[in-house]
């Protein structure tokens, strides 16, 4: 009988795991990893602040875009076309793109100079062109069930970052010290780590996949909207978020106790970045790390790709959805499979992966603000959300969440 308990116990839990999970695990992709890792690197424990601070940022943005989602069974990019004037939808289309696509060839060749590290016999570029082929296909074959299966499992690979502080020496005290006590330094440098931390954190990409994943969501299970669905959705998106804070705290407490205590605080590449493990904190940090930039890759770029194709179909009224097959949605596969193309592309113009990643994070934190005024607007409208509006709490956090990326977004543009 205990043993039936448990296993019933285990299997909700399973299913509970819903969209946040895959939402959250995708935040630590490459891109994070380079921009938690360089922080790490370039300032020790000094930033592990932020895993704190963002997190109750990061849960109420997800939160209303969930929320959205849920109500309107609508994406973003839908509701912005029908309540908002046209330029509005123009410019999250235009701020939205490039940098989506960026991000795509940066974890792209990320993950292809990872594996060229742990097969060294073949080319970099040979890899980066294996996923992208392995990625278009499991994306346009499989079914929507399929692909959040294997998303979910996937999530597991992040589990390695913790691992790392464990088997390296780690100062527990100072790291406890930054953690809750932090040391604001008033430089570009600092600013833009904190910029870039806020933007691979708090990304737009992730606003609409979160909103069209709880219409899929809705529609998969056909779930009725009302405030018990609303409040296990609450619950799904805190524990996707705390998820992936806990990992990203630890990928700098990895970085910091390793790469900045052996004085090397810049980090160029992701091969760099994973080379440095291996003499400092052995053979096993060096493969774990490597790992977990192609298990994460794997993760966030069908959802990177997937947040671009949501928003032209609903841009351009094409059928959508990951729960149909390619013949019923070309547009939506087809935008799907080109922008990996051109995200494989961006390895042709000889750009630093690495410094790619964090341009990206940089460029987030730069355009975030828009879309999270846009989400707060829309999560206000009686007209759009009926009695599912913002309560106090939420707009109080929302117009922090806004006011704080703004403001240091100016101050790193005005110090640069």
Known sequence: MRKRRKVKRINYIRKALGPSLITGASDDDPSGIATYTQAG???????LWTAIVTYPLIAAIQEMCARIGMVTKM???GIIKRFYPRPVLILVIAISFPSVILNIGADIAGMGAVANLLFPELPGWFFSVLFTILLIYSIIKWNYKRISAVLKWLCISLFTYIFIPFITHTNWQAALYSTFIP????NADYLMAIVAILGTTISPYLFFWQ???????????????DKRSITAMQYDIKGGMLFTNIVFYFIILAAANVLFSAGIHKVNTVEEAAKALEPLAGKTSYILFAMGVIGTGLLAIPILAGSLSYMMAEAFNWEEGLDKKF???KGFYFTMAVSLVLGLLIQALDINPVKALLYTAVLYGIVAPILIGIILHICNNKLIMGRYTNDRLTNIVGFF??????VTAILFLVLL
């Open 183 to 186: 040391k604001i330094q008033m």
């Open 41 to 47: 690197a370039q300032f020790g424990t000094s930033l």
């Open 401 to 406: 969440t806004l006011t704080i990326m703004t």
């Open 75 to 77: 994406g973003l990019t």
């Open 211 to 225: 909103t069209s994943m709880e219409v899929e969501e809705v529609r998969e299970q056909h779930i009725i909207v």
């Open 327 to 329: 013949h019923e949605a």
